[in-house]
């Protein structure tokens, strides 16, 4: 199984983009699938989740900006980030746990949030 993103790219300040991230092979179920960011020199930090009944969890640092969603018979999650700011900046990755396989992460997309 592998996990691509795609959407990533270079915004200003209060600008919007949309991540994807579709999970592909021998995928025999999903639970929860989800987002995260690291930045330089730091840890990668959780984004937000979401599991296969679509209940929810964010990073206060993006509560009321991020929304993660995702289409089950596609495989895929999203991400759409609202009013991005200069700390948004990071490399964002996804990860899927999968039912047969544990959790995997995707190659990360560059998000940069700079005027």
């Known amino acids: 199984v592998q996990l691509q993103a795609s959407g990533g790219g270079l915004v200003q300040p209060g600008g919007s983009l949309r991540l994807s991230c579709a999970a592909s092979?021998?995928?025999?179920?999903?639970?929860?699938m989800g987002w995260y960011r690291q930045a330089p020199g730091q840890q990668r930090e959780l984004v937000a989740t979401?599991?296969?009944?679509?209940?929810?969890n964010y990073a206060d640092s993006v509560k009321g900006r991020f929304t993660i969603s995702r289409d089950n018979p596609l495989n895929t999650v999203y991400l759409q980030m609202n009013n991005l700011r200069p700390e948004d900046t990071a490399v964002y990755y996804c990860?899927?746990?999968?039912?047969?396989?544990?959790?995997?992460w995707g190659q990360g997309t560059q998000v940069t949030v700079s005027s």
């Open positions: 092979g021998g995928i025999f179920g999903i639970n929860a």
């Open positions: 990860n899927a746990v999968f039912i047969r396989y544990g959790a995997r």
């Open positions: 979401i599991t296969s009944g679509r209940s929810t």
